[in-house]
């Protein structure tokens, strides 16, 4: 079957990185998101990978491996505002969505 | 874990054509569900509100007449798109909160391809 694997919950302190994992299986696959969604809001486009490698936008970066089926968000320079879930999105061959759980992250000062 | 399904996942319709999409939660109950619009690589944007039993609530520039949400039981909701057009062509995702579940969690739905033609 098809599955995300990514953590419950995680604590991290302001200032500080963290690095959120996620594991897939997929049947085929077409890119792997991140999405940052804020309680009570429609979650957040943050990254895109399909490609096995680093991408590294601002605070965030996304790392991909594909032969692994893993991939991680990597948080740097903690806000308080970063405290939210973080959904990790694969894509399979037949472009549809594989949703995890996400991972709520909660920032302390 | 909650389950929510789409059917159908992908639907190729000629231009003018109505189409329909389903969003079920398989093991749960959900009094609201979210319908989203994704477009490439882009944050998903949410249509609208769906809540059980009562009107749905459209977001700001999304056309009522021309997206019918139904959400007739607890587990099924229905987004129509009437008269498609080459521009509705996207991506569609619904998801459902757990009635049963603590605050806002969200269970999403695997997504709808539609392509007009």
């Not at chain 1, 486009?45 to 790392?63: A, H, I, Q």
């Amino acid at each position: 079957g098809q599955n995300i694997d990514q953590p419950t919950e995680m604590t991290a302190t302001e200032g500080a990185i963290v690095q959120i994992n996620c594991t897939y299986q997929t049947s085929g696959f077409n890119g792997l998101f991140w999405y940052q969604q804020h309680a009570g809001e429609a979650p957040t486009f943050l990254s895109y990978n399909v490609l096995d490698g680093l991408e590294e936008k601002g605070r965030f970066s996304s790392f991909l491996s594909r032969s692994k089926g893993y991939s991680y968000l990597l948080l740097k320079e903690l806000q308080m505002k970063d405290s939210a879930s973080y959904l990790c999105v694969a894509m399979d061959s037949n472009y549809q969505l594989i949703w995890g759980a996400g991972t709520k992250l909660i920032i302390k000062p | 874990g909650a389950v929510v399904s789409q059917h159908p996942s992908r639907v190729i319709c000629k231009s003018g054509t109505s189409v329909k999409i389903e969003c079920r939660s398989l093991d749960f109950q959900a009094t609201t569900m979210f319908w989203y619009r994704q477009f490439p690589k882009q944050s998903l944007m949410l249509m609208a509100t769906s809540n059980e039993g009562s009107k749905a609530t459209y977001e700001q520039g999304v056309e009522k007449d021309k997206f019918l949400i139904n959400h007739a039981s607890l587990t099924l909701s229905t987004l129509t798109v009437t008269s498609a057009h080459p521009e509705d062509s996207s991506f569609y995702i619904c998801s459902a909160r757990d009635l049963q579940g603590a605050g806002e969690t969200q269970y999403f739905g695997p997504g709808t391809r539609l392509l007009v033609l």
